[in-house]
């Protein structure tokens, strides 16, 4: 079986470079979508079809199409970012890819290959390179959405025989313009994000979905974010709706909690597991239960947390609610470490420190 190719159907349709500009002085976040997007659609018969890169717009879908009723669906997102020479690249994109294939393996998906994966996000951004945003100090970049639905007509319960997936793009620009903004992370002990055996190790919409009233409950408590537990004895931590959860203590140890089979495996996750045991910091993956942690929280043993994903990077937690109280991290979240791992995670993405882990991979 060949490698598939995204070839670009219609260059013409692109919006004007004034337009384009416009956006991109203040491009947000998910608001904004390139001239393009990527696509391929698999059938039980035929496998993947060949690929293609259509202007961006609305899909045409049955009412009946399974996703919709099923929720069959899971998704990928990483980013690509402009170096100081205009040359563009995205951050260890193979576990993107790999991730997509565990997440299909769960939700009876078909596997996409690295190699057709990474095909269709380097042919969309070559086609869409000018909106790149440009380097200019801030932290700008193209935000790469991947994702696969179960697209056969049919109502019936069962994998559906027909699949399409694409790639779509959107301009982001700085995550925090008002500079890094410590979150305040409520911890809900009304709902589950994911139960065991369930479907919180893959990145699936239907994770997001179950999340939103637990972010809904934090937003009536003032906080940001929703922490979730463990679904079966509600004590251990979990990780936020999309984002994975550190600990730093004052002895430098830098704790988070295990792929407990509920916990999506960030690629933030293990990039910091690995920069923090490099700078000598004791890492370790275990059961936290929240009770411990946040007694340690207020007695001062930890004295940073964070959380982290593709989209903020790294984000310093500056106060836990619950029912139970409030639980205020030393300086209010603005730790050295978290910092100073912010900075050098972006500084690798950005080209401005040295990529020694091989973790850049060159799209244009
Ligand atoms: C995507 C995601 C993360 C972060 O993963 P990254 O690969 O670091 O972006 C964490 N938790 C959930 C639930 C997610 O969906």
Redesign the pocket.
Known sequence: MTALTFPLADAARRVSPEERAAILADPGFGQHFTDFMAHTRWTSESGWAEGELIPFGPLSLSPAAAVLHYAQEIFE?MKAFRHADGSVWTFRPEK?AERLQRSARRLALPELSTEDFLASVKALVAADEPWVPAVDGDEASLYLRPFMFASEEFLGVRAAQTVDYYVIASPAGNYFPRGVQPLVVWITDTFARAGAGGTGAA?CGG?YASSLLGKREAAQHGADEVLFLDSESHTAID??????VFAVTKDGRVETPVLSGSI?E????DSILRLAADRGYQVSEERLIAAELLERVASGEIVEMFA????AVITPIGEFRSADGTWTVRDGGSGELTLSLREELTGIQYGRVEDRYGWLTRLV
């Open positions: 997102g993107n990145k994770n990780e936020l709706s999309g984002m994975n999506l960030g690629v933030t996750r982290c994903g593709t989209a």
